[in-house]
């Protein structure tokens, strides 16, 4: 199959704009190219055993790249970008913006990405290793076997790092994990290494779906995550001790009520992948649908909240 990649080069605080707008038209996948996040893994020897080529970017800019199927729809989905784009700049007031594109085949964009995905220890135990990698473990470790396919999430961005670390530190023994927006599954398979007694994967992308299943049965955890579509938390059967969403600042405020009535008292919402131009309006919001402010972690642009339900 061909796909076309849509390129367009904003500034980081359009970051969650930007992916509501490719959501909404319907794209299978999104990349973040971040000059600045490039540079700080490179400086902290993250990648210094392979080459990795930094955007050349203006400072505050990123590349944010969609993919579309090359089908009978391309062109109603570019005129509906294109007009979406144009309400939005009319309404923000931002500078408009120029739209790349280039076709390539599935098997171009799939795998190239692999040669930058390499292990990495995420927290303080947790290691995401790629499928195809080979990782000596040592005693102490838990790793997580790995292969995104066309989901997000390979583990390793500053959001998700975030979560997994939260989750190191507050989950319990036992403990019913709600992973909402799962992607390639990482999250669910951490909750069920540390000791989760039972995980909910959930995602609304029966891409991820797919991808989910396939990476909790190469961690074998089967038995204890259970992945389906579903739309946020609602109809979910049991109520969780902890609810982690690694989604964008506007989901989070719509699930926010959602995971107030399936929480317990004094039980955990992690949330994150949140640009910090919003994080003042996440905290309010869930606020406002019942929780306490337990702390805030922060990468660079990005942030991430850890809340009691009270």
């Known amino acids: 199959m061909k796909w076309r990649e849509i390129a367009i080069v904003t500034r980081h605080e359009n970051a969650d704009a930007m992916a509501e707008i490719f959501e909404q038209i319907g794209a299978l996948g999104m990349v973040i190219e971040d000059p600045q ?14 080459a990795v080529e930094i955007p050349d970017l203006p400072p505050g800019m990123i590349n944010v790249k969609a993919y579309l199927p090359v089908d009978q729809r391309i062109e109603e989905r570019l005129s509906c970008l294109q007009q979406t784009l144009d309400r939005w700049e009319r309404a ?61 999430g390979t583990g390793t961005h500053p959001t998700t790092v975030m979560c997994i670390q939260a989750l190191e530190d507050y ?63 609602t109809g979910l059967p049991e109520r969780a001790d902890i609810i982690v969403a690694n989604i964008i600042a506007d989901v989070i405020l719509r699930l926010a009520p959602q995971a107030a009535a399936l929480l317990p008292r004094d039980k955990i919402f992690i949330a ?8 003042e309006d996440v905290v309010a919001g869930i606020k406002a649908a019942g929780f306490s402010l337990l702390e805030l972690r922060s990468h660079g642009e990005w942030a991430a909240v850890v809340a009691r339900r009270e």
């Not at 996040?37 to 392979?50: G, M, N, P, T």
């Not at 995905?117 to 290793?129: D, L, Q, S, T």
């Not at 909910?200 to 961690?219: H, L, R, T, Y």
Request: glycine fraction near 6%; include cysteine; charge should be negative.
């Open 37 to 50: 996040l490039i540079a700080d893994y490179i400086k902290r020897k993250v990648w210094d055993h392979y």
């Open 272 to 279: 994150s992948g949140i640009i910090q131009h919003r994080l």
């Open 171 to 233: 989950l319990q023994s036992g403990d019913k994990v709600v992973d909402v927006g799962t992607g390639s599954g990482v999250l669910a398979v951490v909750a069920a290494l540390l000791g989760a007694g039972r995980v909910w994967a959930v995602d609304n992308d029966p891409v991820a779906v797919k991808v989910a299943k396939e990476n909790v049965a190469n961690n074998r955890v089967n038995s204890l995550v259970t992945v389906s579509a579903n739309d946020l938390v």
């Open 92 to 152: 923000t007031g931002v500078l408009p913006h120029t739209c790349q594109f280039t076709d390539l085949q599935e098997e171009d964009w799939a795998h190239a990405w692999k040669r930058f995905f390499k292990p990495e220890k995420v927290g303080h135990r947790v290691v995401i290793c790629p499928s195809w990698e080979m990782y000596q473990a040592q005693p102490e470790d838990l790793v997580v076997t790995l292969d995104p396919g066309m989901a997000f």
